[in-house]
T-cell receptor, first 114, second 114 residues
Framework: EAQVTQNPRYLITVTGKKLTVTCSQN?????MSWYRQDPGLGLRQIYY???????DKGDVPEGYKVSRKEKRNFPLILESPSPNQTSLYFC?????????????FGDGTRLSIL | QKEVEQNSGPLSVPEGAIASLNCTYS??????FFWYRQYSGKSPELIMS????GDKEDGRFTAQLNKASQYVSLLIRDSQPSDSATYLC??????????????FGQGTILTVHP
């Protein structure tokens, strides 16, 4: 089954404790991206990657890191989480070429930073 | 000015009516546009993608694109209570600092009442 898998689905942690949210896709997609969703603000892009070893900042990259060492994986790293990073996070992937294709989304990760 | 802006909601329509959702965007060079539906607590799911000016129909859904006016809309005919959700407009950036970015509108909440 074609899917984007995020882990964990839920996490409650404390300020300053490094955490990683994993994302994996099995569709051989070049493009992968992370979004956060907050009430009233919609989905905002954090980072995206158009291929292995290529990453770029989205609209809200501060406080986050990513890496793309393999095509299928795109982890999101919070080195020193803070309460303002409490949010619902989505990973997504798609083909990317002349006509960018729609994103396939994971089920989301709800992060609470205390 | 927001890069992608949707008509403010919430929008409430009776069952069987036509629901009209609108979206404007600021990147004049954008070529790829998407409508997603998101149920509360779930991930966005693609309803329509549109790349060319004009109308594109898929069942009860019609997407309309006017690049000259930088406007994309979604019509839902014969609205059903199961259509009650948040609808998200998304636009791929064309170039410059927007290249590779996918920007979402803030979403419009639709309620279809019996």
């Amino acid at each position: 089954e074609a899917q984007v898998t995020q882990n964990p689905r839920y996490l409650i942690t404390v300020t300053g404790k490094k955490l990683t949210v994993t994302c994996s896709q099995n569709m051989n997609h070049e493009y992968m991206s992370w979004y956060r969703q907050d009430p009233g603000l919609g989905l905002r892009q954090i980072y995206y990657s158009m291929n292995v070893e290529v990453t770029d900042k989205g609209d809200v990259p501060e406080g986050y890191k990513v890496s793309r060492k393999e095509k299928r994986n795109f982890p999101l790293i919070l080195e020193s989480p803070s309460p303002n990073q409490t949010s619902l996070y989505f990973c997504a992937s798609s083909l990317y070429g002349r006509s960018p294709q729609p994103q396939h989304f994971g089920d989301g990760t709800r992060l609470s930073i205390l | 000015q927001k890069e992608v802006e949707q008509n403010s909601g919430p929008l409430s329509v009776p069952e069987g009516a036509i629901a009209s959702l609108n979206c404007t965007y600021s990147d004049r060079g954008s070529q790829s546009f998407f409508w997603y539906r998101q149920y509360s607590g779930k991930s966005p799911e693609l309803i329509m993608s549109i790349y060319s000016n004009g109308d594109k129909e898929d069942g009860r859904f019609t997407a309309q694109l006017n690049k000259a006016s930088q406007y994309v809309s979604l019509l839902i005919r014969d609205s059903q209570p199961s259509d009650s959700a948040t609808y998200l407009c998304a636009v791929w950036g064309a170039g410059g600092t927007s290249y590779g970015k996918l920007t979402f509108g803030q979403g419009t909440i639709l309620t279809v009442h019996p």
